[in-house]
């Protein structure tokens, strides 16, 4: 058994204006998660993960925030549409992004609509452990600020663990590797949380890793793809290889051969199927399948855990064949 990847009925019981282009929506939903996750909601026949803003320690109702991507289908889509009373699809939540059992500080680092699975995170570590708690978050001004007045309220519930610092744009430009080093001077040892913009992120990693902090120490949450790969134009790119890619959906087998630097979900797409995807990037997991011959091997993978990877599950955007021929298979 893979994971459960169906979409189920949620119904919106609230929506709540955080910023001029910033919404929550309160799901009437049962589900049990884990402070950072998300879910991954289709409208428009599209499907777009949204993080939990919600803790379950402290939180009775489940909540997603969406921010307005300029020109983005599934963002706009929702802020234009969705009332409360409204009906959409979801799947269960699901992710990586979560607090590991450990006393070590907890520090945060935040971008934009990055700050949703932090402020999760954050709600249970306070609510759930007596670890101390800082994060630095940015935003272009202060208009742009989600979750100010609730971070702004638990550094008053807890004035000795926690410590929310802002970050505005327009006032300091964008924040330096000497302002992440500055803000990290005494927890070197703290577990890092990053989400944001992927230069931001970027940034912050090099910045964390040059002043000693332990890589697996560093966990990052990343929303977007990152930018395509330019083919180099030799024709190396898309080059036929000596094996086949069989792909079953539906319950139906269909090969193609094997192209070079393809992945399992392009090679599907050249079959002509449309397999389920999102973010293309291994965030999201909803390209799941599982290979049933053959090898292939994860560019990236920031969803799956190591024990579904051993029973052969495998982020299709990701995968690339390592065996001449491969299987994989899509869950109906
Ligand atoms: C694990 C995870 C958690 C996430 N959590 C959150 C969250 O809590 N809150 C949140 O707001 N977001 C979150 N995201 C991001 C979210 O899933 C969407 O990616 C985001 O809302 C944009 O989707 P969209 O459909 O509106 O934009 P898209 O339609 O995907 O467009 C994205 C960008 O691409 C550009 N674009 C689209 N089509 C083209 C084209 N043909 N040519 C050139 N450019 C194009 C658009 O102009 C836009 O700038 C999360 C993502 C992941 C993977
Ligand atoms: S589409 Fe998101 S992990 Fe593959």
Same mark, same amino acid.
């Given at each position: 058994?893979?994971?459960?990847?169906?979409?189920y009925?949620?119904?919106?019981?609230?929506?709540?204006?955080?910023t001029?282009?910033?919404?929550t929506?309160?799901?009437?939903?049962?589900?049990?998660y884990?402070?950072?996750?998300? *879910?991954?909601? %289709?409208?428009?026949?599209?499907?777009?993960?949204?993080?939990?803003?919600?803790?379950?320690?402290?939180?009775?109702?489940?909540?997603?925030?969406? %921010?307005?991507?300029?020109?983005?289908?599934?963002?706009? &889509?929702?802020?234009?549409?969705?009332?409360?009373?409204?009906?959409? /699809?979801?799947?269960?939540?699901?992710?990586?992004?979560?607090?590991?059992?450990?006393?070590?500080?907890?520090?945060?680092?935040?971008?934009?609509?990055?700050?949703?699975?932090?402020?999760?995170?954050?709600?249970?570590?306070?609510?759930?452990?007596?670890?101390?708690?800082?994060?630095? $978050? $940015?935003?272009?001004?202060?208009?742009?600020?989600?979750?100010?007045?609730?971070?702004?309220?638990?550094?008053?519930?807890?004035?000795?663990?926690?410590?929310?610092?802002?970050?505005?744009?327009?006032?300091?430009?964008?924040?330096?590797?000497?302002?992440?080093?500055?803000?990290?001077?005494?927890?070197?040892? $703290?577990?890092?949380?990053?989400?944001?913009? $992927?230069?931001f992120?970027? *940034?912050?990693?090099?910045? *964390?890793?040059?002043?000693?902090?332990?890589?697996?120490?560093?966990?990052?949450?990343?929303?977007?793809?990152?930018? @395509?790969?330019?083919?180099?134009?030799?024709?190396?790119? #898309?080059?036929? *290889?000596?094996?086949?890619?069989?792909?079953?959906?539906?319950? %139906?087998?269909?090969?193609?051969?094997?192209?070079?630097?393809?992945?399992?979900?392009?090679?599907?797409?050249?079959?002509?199927? +449309?397999?389920?995807?999102?973010?293309? @990037?291994?965030?999201?997991?909803?390209?799941?399948?599982?290979?049933? /011959?053959? %090898?292939?091997?994860?560019?990236?993978?920031? +969803?799956?855990e190591?024990?579904?990877?051993? #029973?052969? &599950?495998?982020?299709?955007?990701?995968? /690339?064949?390592?065996t001449?021929?491969?299987?994989?298979?899509?869950?109906?």
């Amino acid at each position: 058994m893979g994971r459960d990847q169906g979409l189920y009925p949620a119904r919106i019981t609230r929506v709540i204006q955080e910023t001029a282009d910033t919404r929550t929506y309160v799901l009437d939903v049962p589900y049990p998660y884990r402070a950072g996750q998300f *879910l991954t909601v %289709k409208v428009c026949d599209t499907l777009r993960s949204y993080s939990m803003s919600s803790s379950p320690d402290t939180d009775a109702e489940l909540m997603t925030t969406v %921010k307005r991507v300029p020109g983005g289908l599934v963002s706009n &889509w929702m802020h234009d549409h969705l009332r409360p009373g409204d009906v959409i /699809e979801t799947t269960r939540p699901t992710g990586l992004f979560c607090l590991r059992e450990t006393p070590a500080p907890l520090l945060a680092f935040c971008g934009g609509s990055g700050v949703t699975p932090i402020l999760s995170l954050v709600k249970t570590a306070l609510a759930t452990t007596a670890r101390r708690v800082r994060v630095l $978050a $940015a935003d272009r001004d202060a208009d742009s600020v989600i979750f100010g007045p609730a971070m702004d309220e638990l550094a008053r519930r807890h004035p000795t663990r926690f410590e929310i610092r802002h970050h505005l744009d327009d006032r300091s430009g964008y924040v330096t590797e000497d302002q992440v080093r500055e803000f990290v001077l005494g927890d070197r040892g $703290a577990d890092f949380y990053l989400c944001g913009p $992927a230069p931001f992120m970027d *940034l912050t990693e090099r910045a *964390l890793l040059a002043h000693g902090a332990d890589p697996a120490r560093i966990f990052a949450e990343r929303f977007a793809a990152p930018a @395509a790969v330019v083919d180099s134009g030799d024709g190396s790119a #898309d080059a036929e *290889l000596d094996g086949t890619v069989s792909i079953v959906l539906s319950g %139906k087998r269909h090969t193609v051969a094997q192209h070079a630097n393809e992945t399992l979900l392009e090679s599907a797409r050249r079959a002509g199927l +449309a397999p389920p995807f999102s973010c293309e @990037a291994g965030n999201c997991a909803t390209c799941i399948a599982q290979i049933t /011959e053959g %090898k292939a091997r994860m560019r990236v993978n920031n +969803a799956l855990e190591e024990d579904e990877i051993a #029973d052969g &599950w495998i982020l299709t955007c990701q995968g /690339e064949p390592v065996t001449p021929h491969v299987t994989v298979v899509y869950e109906d």
